[in-house]
Every structure is written in structure tokens, then in C-alpha cells.
């Protein structure tokens, strides 16, 4: 048996935001592609839990690639992550952090992705915020020029707008896809 290594929450946000994005039908679908359409009956809850294994989460992304292509899961991931990126804050997971002075702020939720994932690390260099994670399910098995992973982007333009910060963005610097190590995300003003 493959080993429960992401959080319930995980797959729960996912599902939740990309309803919200493509309505329950939408959501059916791709669900049903990935062979999981077990989840509209049980839903997981929003516990760090371990429920899934990473062939799961796979398995939803291989569905949004196989059916919409990259370019099109690329556009509607980043929406769908921004979608993704209400709920935490929704439910006031960060509201001990809203007195903190901005940078603090930002920095502070952006460190909750390994938290709740359970993958990579967000450290600062120099003046950037990082977020490095080497253990991308997304981008497995897929060969790109460009950065693929705008999930993760989504999410953290989310967060970076609920910190108050409104010259900066999320942008993938490195992606497995281009034959990276890891997909490395950085907080960096906006063009």
C-alpha cells in the first residue's frame, strides 16, 4: 500500500476552489477522469490529516492536464489557486498574524505552505520571500520550456494580497518540468 502523504485539507481546497471556478459539474468531470469520483460523496475534511497518497493528488492533476493541456490547466490553475488561497483565510487560520507589520505578515503566512503540505521549505534570500519545493506532484512527467506549476503562484497571490501587499506577485523561477531539481517559487515585485 503507497503511503497517506498529503493532508486532507489539501485535496479538500482543491476540490472546493475548483468547483468554485467550474461549477460542481466541471469539478464531476474532471473528477471522474482522474478516477476519484468516490470524493463527491465523501468529502475530506479540512484536517492536516495524511489521507491521500501523492498517486492521488497525481491523479487530479493528470486529469486538468490530460482534458484542458498545459496552457489551459496553467490559466485556470492560477485562478483556481487563487480560489484556494480565500479559504485558509476564510476560516481565520491567519488571523493571529493580522496585527504583524506587513513584511512579517506576508512571510509568516507564506510559511504555512510546508505546514499544511507537508512539502518544501520557504526561507528568505536576501530580500525575497522563497518557497522550494522538490517534491512538485504536479509537473511529474511533464517536459516544459517554461514553468507549469501556477497553482501554487495562485495561492500565494492570494496570500500576498490579503497581507496588503500590492506591488508583489508570486512567480515560479524554476519548475521540474524544465528539468529542475525542484519547482521554486519567489515573491517578487510586479512588472
Same mark, same amino acid.
Given at each position: 500500500?503507497?503511503?497517506?502523504?498529503?493532508?486532507?485539507?489539501?485535496?479538500?481546497?482543491?476540490?472546493?476552489?475548483?468547483?468554485?471556478?467550474?461549477?460542481?459539474?466541471? +469539478?464531476?468531470?474532471?473528477?471522474?477522469?482522474?478516477?476519484? $469520483?468516490?470524493?463527491? @460523496?465523501?468529502?475530506?475534511?479540512?484536517?492536516?490529516?495524511?489521507?491521500?497518497?501523492?498517486?492521488?493528488?497525481?491523479? !487530479?492533476?493528470?486529469?486538468?492536464?490530460? !482534458?484542458?493541456?498545459?496552457?489551459?490547466? +496553467?490559466?485556470?490553475?492560477?485562478?483556481?489557486?487563487?480560489? =484556494?488561497?480565500?479559504?485558509?483565510?476564510?476560516?481565520?487560520?491567519?488571523?493571529?498574524?493580522?496585527?504583524?507589520?506587513?513584511?512579517?505578515?506576508?512571510?509568516?503566512?507564506? @510559511?504555512?505552505?510546508? !505546514?499544511?503540505?507537508?512539502?518544501?521549505?520557504?526561507?528568505?534570500?536576501? #530580500?525575497?520571500?522563497?518557497?522550494?519545493?522538490?517534491?512538485?506532484?504536479?509537473? @511529474?512527467?511533464?517536459?516544459?520550456?517554461?514553468?507549469?506549476?501556477?497553482?501554487?503562484?495562485?495561492?500565494?497571490?492570494?496570500? !500576498? =494580497?490579503?497581507?496588503?501587499?500590492? #506591488?508583489?506577485?508570486?512567480?515560479?523561477?524554476?519548475?521540474?518540468?524544465?528539468? $529542475?531539481?525542484?519547482?521554486?517559487?519567489?515573491?517578487?515585485?510586479?512588472?
Amino acid at each position: 500500500m503507497t503511503e497517506k502523504s498529503v493532508a486532507n485539507v489539501v485535496i479538500r481546497v482543491t476540490l472546493d476552489a475548483t468547483e468554485d471556478v467550474m461549477g460542481k459539474n466541471g +469539478m464531476k468531470a474532471l473528477m471522474n477522469y482522474a478516477g476519484m $469520483s468516490h470524493l463527491f @460523496e465523501n468529502m475530506p475534511d479540512y484536517s492536516p490529516e495524511k489521507g491521500f497518497t501523492d498517486d492521488d493528488l497525481k491523479a !487530479i492533476d493528470q486529469s486538468f492536464l490530460k !482534458i484542458l493541456g498545459i496552457s489551459g490547466t +496553467m490559466a485556470l490553475y492560477r485562478v483556481i489557486g487563487r480560489a =484556494a488561497g480565500r479559504y485558509p483565510i476564510e476560516l481565520g487560520i491567519f488571523d493571529g498574524f493580522k496585527s504583524l507589520p506587513t513584511d512579517e505578515k506576508l512571510l509568516k503566512v507564506i @510559511e504555512q505552505i510546508p !505546514i499544511f503540505t507537508g512539502r518544501g521549505t520557504v526561507f528568505m534570500e536576501e #530580500d525575497t520571500i522563497v518557497y522550494d519545493n522538490p517534491l512538485c506532484a504536479f509537473c @511529474e512527467r511533464q517536459e516544459s520550456t517554461k514553468p507549469i506549476c501556477s497553482f501554487v503562484s495562485g495561492l500565494m497571490d492570494e496570500f !500576498i =494580497a490579503w497581507s496588503g501587499k500590492k #506591488d508583489l506577485r508570486a512567480v515560479e523561477t524554476r519548475c521540474k518540468a524544465m528539468d $529542475s531539481d525542484s519547482c521554486r517559487y519567489e515573491i517578487l515585485p510586479k512588472e
